[in-house]
């Protein structure tokens, strides 16, 4: 217990001794001096040049940091997201669209005077100038049947045209349904209104497809569909052929309407029947030659016209036999 006494004593008496330095304590070193400096008292640092040009530096480091801390959104406050919002902004957008259309329709189609639209000769109807072009079509292949073959559509050179490409493969796919495989196509979107109604083209007063397009020799096949909801006819098409001739040189097509000939899941029937103008959904072009190997199909627009020469109403005969409906 008297250890323990002398113990206690000695160091309160520590705990009450000045600062021991250098000079009062010659026989102390200096790391003895600097310990029991730090031990008995919370050193001053003396303020100096490169001392103060740091401080200086961690405030502006710190004020930067706070400023971009203002800019951040924390993970945790997500955004708010309405629903019902954005669903009224829908459908006052639907309300903007259908606005538009009415007082289009008083002035007159597609919003242009009649005189004007009656007198036209020549209209481009699809053209590519930009991604948004390409994205009024969509491409397909047998790849959705279990078929090898590839198609992509990207733009042309210097965003002038439109450059459909890819790899033919007839081989069938081992489903043990599938027989025959080996088709590519491009068709366009159907155009959509108001209220995501479908639209329809009205080449009424046009007598002749137009396009120029640039191939690889092959030959495609150009649909056009018709506008309809039913469902029996969402299979049937009117279609005529395309030849390319290859080349580096563009090549102006012209394919007259009253030559599409009429043909339901890819098979021509033998009753025909003439193209309904003023009811056009869309435009494609198939490729299904059987021959295996890259493709390509460059186009520039396409478009309808006139041809004042061009006299033919439909180049298909009917026969009682075949189409009685047209002799009732």
Excluded at 52 to 63: A, C, F, K, V
Excluded at 287 to 315: M, Q, R, S, Y
Aim: contains cysteine; aromatic residues 12%.
């Amino acid at each position: 217990m008297a250890l323990v006494h002398k113990l206690l004593n000695g160091m309160y008496i520590l705990r009450k001794c000045p600062q021991p330095s250098v000079a009062s304590c010659p026989f102390l070193s200096t790391r003895v001096a600097g310990y029991c400096s730090k031990s008995l008292q919370k050193p001053v640092a003396t303020p100096s040049k490169g001392s103060s040009q740091r401080n200086t530096e961690e405030s502006l480091q710190g004020h930067h940091q706070r400023e971009v801390a203002l800019d951040i959104t924390s993970p945790e406050e997500k955004p708010e997201v309405s629903f019902d919002k954005a669903i009224t902004d829908e459908i006052k957008d639907h309300f903007r669209r259908l606005k538009d259309d009415i007082v289009n329709h008083w002035i007159g189609p597609e919003g242009r005077p009649l005189q004007e639209v009656l007198l036209e000769q020549a209209k481009v109807v699809w053209q590519f100038r930009g991604k948004e072009d390409l994205d009024k079509w969509t491409v397909t292949s047998d790849k959705t049947i279990g078929g090898r073959s590839e198609v992509f559509l990207k733009m042309g050179k210097n965003n002038q045209s439109a450059l459909l490409y890819g790899t033919l493969s007839s081989e069938a796919p081992h489903d043990g349904e599938s027989g025959r495989s080996g088709y590519c196509a491009m068709m366009s979107k159907v155009p959509r209104g108001p209220f995501e109604r479908k639209r329809s083209y009205d080449w009424s007063q046009f007598n002749t497809l137009y396009l120029r397009v640039r191939g690889d020799g092959r030959p495609w096949m150009v649909n056009i569909r018709e506008d309809t909801d039913i469902i029996q006819k969402k299979n049937q098409m009117y279609s005529y052929f395309m030849f390319t001739r290859g080349g580096p040189y563009w090549q102006e097509v012209k394919i007259p309407f009253s030559k599409f000939f009429f043909s339901n899941q890819g098979r021509i029937r033998d009753a025909q029947y003439q193209l309904l103008l003023d009811k056009i959904s869309s435009v494609g072009f198939t490729l299904a030659d059987k021959v295996d190997g890259p493709f390509f199909l460059e186009i520039d627009f396409i478009g309808v016209f006139t041809d004042p020469a061009h006299t033919e109403e439909f180049a298909y005969e009917n026969s009682p036999v075949l189409n009685p409906r047209l002799f009732k």
